[in-house]
């Protein structure tokens, strides 16, 4: 959720049970860049565990330092590749990611061989069918190992709509 992962936020959902938080959307790039990015858009508590860094990034060794900036104070990192606001797909992060997946696999490829020990997980969202979305899932898994996929439960077009289930 867009700037709602911030602490307070999810101190709260932890109070009600919620296992791991993630943070929200960080830009990779102005995070590795740049102090004021990092203290701007990360805080953290000694209770805020397990907690998962959420980054967009389309390069990978923005990615690969933000993860390691941010290492000592998350249990892992995440590449969005679900964003869809029209902003993020303007500057090819989140949701139109998933149209690149040697990207997205130089990406982790690059993260992992700086943080050989940070899990690291992809977020994507379902595409136009389910097939084109298992497609996209093998085609990683075959590539990558020690990594984690998530699936937001929408496509990019059902942004603004309200919340729908599939039945598989």
């Known amino acids: 959720m867009v700037r709602y992962s911030s602490l307070p936020f999810r101190h709260l959902v932890k109070i009600y049970g919620c296992d791991v938080t993630y943070t929200h959307m960080i830009l990779?790039?102005?995070f590795s860049k740049?102090?004021?990015?990092?203290d701007a858009d990360f805080q953290h508590c000694i209770n805020d565990r397990p907690l998962i860094a959420q980054f967009a990034a389309t390069e990978p060794?923005?990615?690969?330092?933000?993860?390691k900036l941010i290492s000592p104070y998350v249990d892992g990192v995440d590449l969005n590749c679900g964003c869809p606001q029209r902003w993020a797909v303007k500057e090819g992060i989140g949701a139109?990611?998933?149209?690149n997946p040697d990207l997205i696999f130089k990406?982790?490829?690059?993260?992992?061989?700086?943080?050989?020990?940070?899990?690291?997980?992809?977020?994507?969202?379902?595409l136009d069918s389910l097939e084109e979305?298992?497609?996209?899932?093998?085609?990683?898994?075959?590539?990558l190992v020690h990594y984690?996929?998530?699936?937001?439960?929408?496509?990019?077009?059902?942004?603004?709509?309200?919340?729908?289930?599939?039945?598989?």
Do not use: W
């Open 96 to 99: 139109c990611m998933c149209t």
């Open 28 to 30: 990779a790039d102005c």
């Open 107 to 126: 990406i982790v490829k690059r993260c992992k061989e700086v943080n050989p020990e940070l899990p690291v997980s992809v977020k994507i969202r379902i």
């Open 61 to 67: 060794e923005y990615f690969a330092k933000a993860a």
């Open 148 to 168: 984690f996929i998530t699936v937001h439960g929408r496509t990019i077009k059902e942004r603004k709509l309200h919340s729908t289930f599939r039945f598989c």
């Open 133 to 143: 979305t298992i497609s996209l899932v093998k085609s990683e898994s075959k590539k």
């Open 34 to 38: 740049a102090k004021n990015a990092r």
